[in-house]
C-alpha cells in the first residue's frame, strides 16, 4: 500500500515490517520461548480461573445500604 502518491519509504521501516510478517517461519522453541508459552497457555489463566471461582459466590452486591457488609455471609460481630 505504501509508495502510492506522497508516501516515501523507509528502508528499516520496511525490513522490519518484513521480518515481523514472517516470525512464523522461523520461531523455534528455545527454554525461553518455552516458559513463556506454558505462562502464557496454563499458569496464567489458571490463576485467573482460580482467583475468579475462589471470589465467585464471596461477594454479594445486590441490595446493599452504605454501611453494610458486601460479604455474603457476614463477619460476626
Do not use: C
Request: charge should be positive; aromatic fraction near 16%; avoid cysteine.
Amino acid at each position: 500500500m505504501a509508495g502510492h502518491g506522497y508516501t516515501k519509504l523507509d528502508p528499516a521501516i520496511e525490513r522490519w515490517n518484513n521480518m515481523r510478517e514472517s516470525v512464523y517461519k522461523h520461531f523455534r522453541f528455545t527454554p525461553r520461548t518455552a516458559w513463556q508459552s506454558i505462562f502464557g497457555l496454563a499458569i496464567f489463566p489458571g490463576a485467573i480461573y482460580y482467583l475468579a471461582s475462589n471470589q465467585d459466590m464471596k461477594w454479594s452486591w445486590s441490595g446493599k445500604l452504605k454501611n453494610q457488609s458486601l460479604a455474603r455471609v457476614p463477619p460476626s460481630d
